[in-house]
């Protein structure tokens, strides 16, 4: 084992833990002011249940053994359950570094992805459905799709597609997840009537640069080393965030006649999302194109939920699952073989398997998130009555309220 | 004894409360408003879809004065808030019963 390499990778762990504080503000700003402390919650909660459904079993199900159905390794076992197995060694991961903070650091990612979701279902989803979702969803959708790309699923090993640190896992799954949550909860009260606004800018501007921050640990982290592909990694993420930040501007400059502060803040995640899976297989002018495509496309897929009608209310389908879709297939036509090690080559073949990763990724996250959110409305209701949902989430779920008049 | 009311431009209300000062006034509430007059609103754009905001910020200033120095602070803030354009805002002038000043006691115009 290295020291230089298990520092960093621990540094990275909580780099990428500090996301999802950052996407709490980042959401958190964005709702209306009664509405902040129930969206802060829904992501720091994740924090508090993923890492107890991961510990107990999630971990064990995507990264040990392999159940195969019809010759398809779909689904770890339970040999780890509990991380009792792990030991203080390398031997199960092989990498450079202690098999438990390769553990943290997938826990770290598996927290995340459920709070990226949140932004869909913003201001009337209940906190202890959502709570109930989150735990359920960590185990039956993130755990096997994280098995599928990184676990030796069949991703991986049978589509042949690449995802280096989450476009599939990560965005793709909880854009997708997000789509089908917010079709079964339904619209905001109001939305499309009133003008319902971000309560903070600041706020949210502040969380993106938590999230650009932490970032650095998700993309370069995800080089399981400390050495030149991991300072690649590091580069094309700033590289596609910058680009993709000044480009929104620019099209908003160009479609409005005046660039925004939170356009800027947009652009920059989407980048971020969309360089994600190839952060260590492309190199700067490969994530430079990466973020100007997901600086249009993403800008542009905002209209989709008004042209569709759906209350995306902070935009994850536009940001995360666009923005992952654009990621994942850019990977196909942009990895180079000396910034990935040679791992694959890129071309129109690789598209086409990096395109059905997508598909399937999509279908499978879609369709098992909304039958668990169907099963949940039925049993525990999915929505907030209309009058807990006018009073605001902050009183009627957390008899709290963010900004108190007099002291 | 007069309550005076005015709601004026926001960036005006330092200007107003020096001048009031000037005048003689010794005490005055300000608070952070928002309404709808004859002032068109505004658009908002966010994430690319626009909203037409009709309340438009204003400052609502509340001062209590002596019938003496009414039409003195009623000029004050009439000429101080003015810049011709539209949404200067509007002062009202209510009369008022009594005051009390609550550490002391004090009634009527020695509370003022």
Not at chain 1, 114 to 135: D, H, N, Q, Y
Not at chain 1, 186 to 199: D, E, M, N
Not at chain 1, 215 to 224: I, L, Y
Not at chain 2, 38 to 63: C, L, N
Request: charged share 15%.
């Amino acid at each position: 084992m290295d020291s230089g390499a298990t520092a960093w990778m621990l540094t990275s762990c909580a780099l990428v833990l500090f996301m999802t504080p950052g996407l709490a503000f980042f959401y958190g700003g964005m709702v209306r002011s009664k509405n902040v402390l129930g969206m802060l919650m829904k992501n720091y909660v994740a924090m508090g249940i993923v890492t107890i459904t991961w510990v107990l079993v999630g971990a064990s199900l995507a990264f040990s053994g392999a159940v195969e159905i019809g010759g398809y390794n779909v689904i770890g076992n339970f040999d780890l359950w509990g991380l009792r197995e792990l030991g203080m060694s390398n031997d199960h991961f092989g990498l450079p570094y202690p098999d438990n903070v390769q553990m943290m650091f997938q826990l770290m990612f598996a927290i995340i992805t459920p709070a990226l979701i949140s932004g869909a279902i913003a201001e009337r989803m209940k906190f202890t459905t959502w709570a109930v979702f989150v735990a359920i969803w960590s185990i039956i959708v993130y755990a096997p799709m994280a098995h599928w790309v990184w676990g030796g699923g069949f991703i991986a090993d049978q589509v042949g597609a690449f995802d280096f640190a989450g476009g599939l896992v990560v965005h793709i799954n909880a854009g997708a997840a997000a789509l089908a949550l917010l079709l079964v909860l339904g619209k905001r009260t109001g939305w499309r009537q009133q003008a319902i606004r971000p309560h903070s800018l600041p706020l949210t501007i502040l969380g993106a640069g938590m999230l650009w921050f932490g970032w650095f640990g998700f993309n370069a982290g995800s080089a399981f080393n400390a050495d030149e592909f991991a300072g690649n990694a590091f580069l094309t993420t700033q590289i596609a965030a910058a680009v993709a930040a000044t480009v929104w501007i620019l099209a908003e400059q160009v479609m409005h006649g005046k660039p925004t502060t939170l356009g800027f803040v947009s652009g920059a995640v989407a980048g971020l999302v969309a360089i994600t899976p190839a952060a260590g297989f492309v190199g700067p002018l490969g994530a430079m194109a990466i973020g100007a495509a997901s600086g249009l496309i993403c800008f542009s897929a905002l209209r989709l939920k008004f042209m569709f009608n759906f209350d995306d209310s902070l935009d994850v389908i536009a940001v995360h699952l666009v923005g992952g879709i654009i990621g994942a297939l850019l990977t196909g036509l942009l990895a180079e073989e000396l910034y990935s090690g040679g791992l694959f080559v890129a071309g129109i073949e690789q598209f086409g398997r990096q395109a059905l990763s997508v598909v399937i990724a999509f279908a499978f996250s879609f369709g098992m998130t909304f039958i668990l959110a169907k099963v949940l409305d039925m049993t525990m209701g999915l929505r907030v009555t209309v009058v807990e949902e006018q009073s605001g989430l902050d009183l009627s779920l957390h008899e709290e309220q963010s900004y108190v008049m007099a002291e | 004894m007069k309550l005076v009311i005015a709601y004026i431009a926001p960036f005006k209300l330092d200007e107003v409360r020096d001048a009031l000062k000037g005048a003689g006034v010794t005490g005055l509430t300000a608070i952070n408003a928002q309404g709808f007059g004859r002032q068109s609103g505004h658009t908002e754009t966010y994430r690319g879809a626009e909203y037409e905001v009709d309340m438009v910020p204003k400052v609502r200033i509340e001062v209590l004065v002596d019938d003496t120095l009414a039409p003195t602070v009623i000029s004050t803030i009439e000429t101080t808030a003015r810049t011709g354009s539209i949404g200067d805002g509007k002062i009202a002038v209510l009369a008022v019963e009594d005051v009390i000043r609550i550490r002391t006691g004090e009634r009527g115009r020695d509370a003022i």
